[in-house]
Nanobody, 124 residues
Framework: QVQLVESGGGLVQAGDSLRLSCAAS????????MGWFRQTPGNEREYVAA????????DYVVSVKGRFTISRDSAKNTVYLQMNSLKPEDTGIYYC?????????????????WGQGTQVTVSS
């Protein structure tokens, strides 16, 4: 079993930055692909970014490319999402997710393990 705990959300103004963290425990973190998703009321969970085992391969949805950076620290069993130049449309609950395997997927159903989420609110 895998436990994921997100932190770092909050209320910020447009143009500000936030760094989300996701602490993982329970299984071999270094052998899992990690992803970030977000969700707003009434909408489906949206893919944001993913990172490979080694951290050497990353993928982003086009709306955050160039503003967000996903990274991982295997020594700390933690994955990060650095969010810069935040926009009101980035508002939502951000979820960390993990999947066994080596491929980066954008579909939520490809990820077996999920955190409880952290709220990010960007005011205009």
């Amino acid at each position: 079993q895998v436990q994921l705990v997100e932190s770092g959300g909050g209320l910020v103004q447009a143009g500000d930055s936030l760094r989300l963290s996701c602490a993982a425990s329970g299984r071999a973190f270094s052998k899992q692909v990690m992803g970030w998703f977000r969700q707003t009321p009434g909408n489906e969970r949206e893919y944001v970014a993913a990172v490979s085992w080694s951290g050497g391969t990353t993928d982003y949805v086009v709306s955050v490319k160039g503003r967000f950076t996903i990274s991982r620290d295997s020594a700390k069993n933690t994955v990060y999402l650095q969010m810069n130049s935040l926009k009101p449309e980035d508002t939502g609950i951000y979820y960390c997710a993990a999947r066994d395997g080596i491929s980066l997927y954008r579909r939520p159903d490809a990820y077996a393990y999920w955190g409880q989420g952290t709220q990010v609110t960007v005011s205009s």
